[in-house]
């Protein structure tokens, strides 16, 4: 699984981080929406192409609190 895209909330703090994480693997995409930095808690989504899981990421961003999403660089 190869890692592709992430986003981060911009709050530190293992209750205020949430991460947003794009992989793919063997063209499935998965969509890691993770509350709590590394050891947080994760919920996963798979989906059959890349823009359905931009899409989802677009959808997670607005439905959370917190503003202020900022890419990160992957690798």
């Known amino acids: 699984m ?7 909330n911009g709050k530190w ?3 205020a981080r949430e991460d947003i994480l794009v992989s793919e693997d063997a063209g499935t995409w998965w ?3 993770r509350e709590g930095g590394a050891e947080g ?3 996963w ?8 899981a931009l899409d989802c990421v677009r959808d997670l961003m607005t439905v ?3 503003e202020g999403w900022r890419e990160l ?3």
């Not at 190869?2 to 981060?8: A, D, G, N, S």
């Not at 989504?45 to 359905?52: I, R, V, W, Y």
């Open 2 to 8: 190869e890692r592709r895209k992430h986003w981060w």
């Open 13 to 15: 703090g293992r209750l």
């Open 31 to 33: 969509v890691e929406a």
């Open 41 to 43: 808690r994760s919920r």
């Open 45 to 52: 989504f798979e989906l059959p192409n890349e823009d359905l």
């Open 64 to 66: 959370s609190q917190f």
């Open 73 to 75: 660089p992957v690798g």
